[in-house]
């Protein structure tokens, strides 16, 4: 037993070393095993054929998350597509701060740009009672976020919104929702930063969910801190994921427009990542 998986897992690193650090070797080679086989003595002729499917698109850096088409987040399995950003360990930073805060029964929460769903179906699963609504401009996203509330067993509730969009949002703002929470992972790497991102990262996901331009790296806060002094209750908290560089300029942005108790935090690599800003 012992032998197989050593053979297993050096046929692995020969074939992708290079391009993954030793332990990320080791990382992938357990994470393959585990998925194309439940025995630990052998593989059939299926599973070799799968494995090498799925290191030869290793090899082209494709990421490990959709060739599986799964991840973990927040301690829940969520389904993914190339349609969707593959959730990160600093988004889970953010939902365990919003989850600080306290909620009545029925409390409102609203994702925008949710993207997997991995925010609100995260916030739903943990929250009692809530209700909870997601935004996003994408259908093939918005599939994906109801089915991974479907698989984790919650309701969201869903909607096709393009936040730039006048014609969208004054459908949103006659629905008399407010909310008590409005929570956003939206687009804010600027143009200029490509050159300096992963192959992985820049080849495969969805540039619309990345991406902004370099004269307007602010564009989605802006819009929804705008959107928020319209649906947000009085009190009520908003919460994004930020761009590092950005942080400062963000903090005076929302001042300006009225927010007050203005906070950012450092996610685990000490960058500052996540802000708090209440109406």
Same mark, same amino acid.
């Given at each position: 037993?012992? &032998?197989?998986?050593?053979?297993?897992?050096?046929?692995?690193?020969?074939?992708?070393?290079?391009?993954?650090?030793?332990?990320?070797?080791?990382?992938?080679?357990?994470?393959?095993?585990?998925?194309?086989?439940?025995?630990?003595?052998?593989?059939?002729?299926?599973?070799?054929?799968?494995?090498?499917?799925?290191?030869?698109?290793?090899?082209? &850096?494709?990421?490990?998350?959709?060739?599986?088409?799964?991840?973990? !987040?927040?301690?829940?399995?969520?389904?993914?597509?190339?349609?969707?950003?593959?959730?990160?360990?600093?988004?889970?930073?953010?939902?365990?701060?919003?989850?600080?805060?306290?909620?009545?029964?029925?409390?409102?929460?609203?994702?925008?740009?949710?993207?997997?769903?991995?925010?609100?179906?995260?916030?739903?699963?943990?929250? %009692?009672?809530?209700?909870?609504?997601?935004?996003?401009?994408?259908?093939?996203?918005?599939?994906?976020?109801?089915?991974?509330?479907?698989? &984790?067993?919650?309701?969201?509730?869903?909607?096709?919104?393009?936040?730039?969009?006048?014609?969208?949002?004054?459908?949103?703002?006659?629905?008399?929702?407010?909310?008590?929470?409005?929570?956003?992972?939206?687009?804010?790497?600027?143009?200029?930063?490509?050159?300096?991102?992963?192959?992985?990262?820049? %080849?495969?996901?969805?540039?619309?969910?990345? !991406?902004?331009?370099?004269? %307007?790296?602010?564009?989605?806060?802006?819009?929804?801190?705008?959107?928020?002094?319209?649906?947000?209750?009085?009190?009520?908290?908003? !919460?994004?994921?930020? %761009?590092?560089?950005?942080? &400062?300029?963000?903090?005076?942005?929302?001042?300006?427009?009225? !927010?007050?108790?203005?906070?950012?935090?450092?996610?685990?690599?000490?960058?500052?990542?996540?802000?708090?800003?209440?109406?």
């Amino acid at each position: 037993m012992h &032998n197989f998986i050593q053979q297993f897992t050096q046929n692995i690193q020969q074939q992708l070393s290079g391009l993954y650090t030793q332990s990320e070797i080791s990382y992938l080679s357990r994470i393959i095993l585990e998925e194309v086989s439940c025995k630990i003595n052998k593989l059939s002729e299926s599973e070799l054929r799968k494995t090498e499917d799925i290191v030869k698109r290793l090899q082209n &850096n494709e990421p490990i998350q959709y060739i599986l088409g799964k991840c973990v !987040f927040y301690g829940l399995t969520f389904n993914l597509t190339s349609d969707v950003l593959i959730p990160r360990p600093e988004t889970e930073e953010l939902v365990e701060w919003v989850l600080t805060e306290k909620y009545e029964n029925n409390s409102s929460l609203l994702d925008i740009g949710t993207g997997s769903g991995c925010i609100a179906v995260s916030l739903a699963k943990k929250i %009692n009672e809530v209700n909870m609504h997601a935004w996003d401009i994408s259908d093939s996203a918005l599939s994906v976020a109801s089915e991974n509330a479907a698989v &984790n067993d919650i309701k969201i509730q869903t909607s096709k919104v393009d936040v730039l969009s006048e014609d969208d949002l004054q459908k949103q703002y006659n629905s008399d929702i407010k909310y008590d929470v409005i929570v956003s992972n939206p687009p804010y790497i600027t143009e200029s930063e490509k050159k300096s991102m992963e192959a992985n990262v820049l %080849n495969y996901e969805p540039h619309l969910a990345l !991406f902004v331009p370099d004269n %307007n790296s602010l564009l989605f806060y802006s819009k929804i801190a705008d959107i928020s002094l319209r649906i947000l209750k009085k009190g009520g908290r908003l !919460f994004f994921e930020i %761009n590092p560089p950005y942080a &400062n300029d963000l903090v005076l942005m929302l001042k300006e427009k009225g !927010f007050r108790d203005v906070e950012l935090r450092k996610d685990i690599t000490g960058k500052l990542r996540m802000l708090k800003a209440v109406l």
